[in-house]
């Protein structure tokens, strides 16, 4: 899939991560994990520019999707003082999820593609594929995209109603 559906598979995959946060009374910290989440949805695709890597290789894993998750679990231990609020939210495990959940998304909507992915590399060399939509389909992409959007907002609209 092309950026725009990544960006929707992120966002559709951490809705309901961010509404969890978001009504626990963290609001700002929610709204900077759907950033982040949607800013790292695309990561994977970093090997079209690394020589010697496939595409949808091992950049398209769930150890990749674990390695991430663990290394922005470990930057926000760094940066994020004990004594802080973020630290009572337990921030490190969320910074964990968002990771995940990034990665883990770029992988599922991937997977609506002929060409599919091979998730457990190096432990199988099994494909995954629903072979639903190419790649390149604008209404796919675009689709995918509305609907993060708008489990985005029916997520910012619970929060409302019951904050």
């Given amino acids: 899939m092309y950026q725009e ?3 929707g598979g992120a966002l559709l995959a951490y809705a309901p991560v961010g509404t969890v946060v978001a009504l626990a009374g963290h609001a700002e910290v929610a709204i900077v994990g759907g950033l ?9 695709d ?13 950049t398209h894993t769930v150890p990749f999707a674990l390695l991430v998750g663990a290394g922005l679990a470990a930057l926000a231990a760094v940066l994020v003082d004990a004594s802080s609020a973020f630290a009572d939210l337990g921030f490190v495990s969320l910074a964990f ?4 959940v990034s990665i883990g998304s770029h992988l599922l909507v991937d997977a609506l593609t002929p060409m599919g992915v091979r998730p457990f590399w190096p432990l199988s060399r ?14 796919a992409n675009y689709g995918l995209f509305g609907l993060g959007i708008g489990a985005v907002l029916a997520g910012t609209a619970l929060v409302v109603a019951l904050g």
Avoid: K, M, Q, W
């Fill in 5 to 7: 559906g990544h960006y």
């Fill in 36 to 44: 982040i989440c949607v800013g790292l949805s695309t990561l994977p």
């Fill in 46 to 58: 970093c090997d079209h520019r690394l020589p010697l890597i496939d595409h949808r290789g091992p």
């Fill in 126 to 139: 099994r494909r995954y594929s629903l072979e639903v939509t190419t790649a390149a389909n604008p209404v």
């Fill in 97 to 100: 999820l968002v990771g995940f």
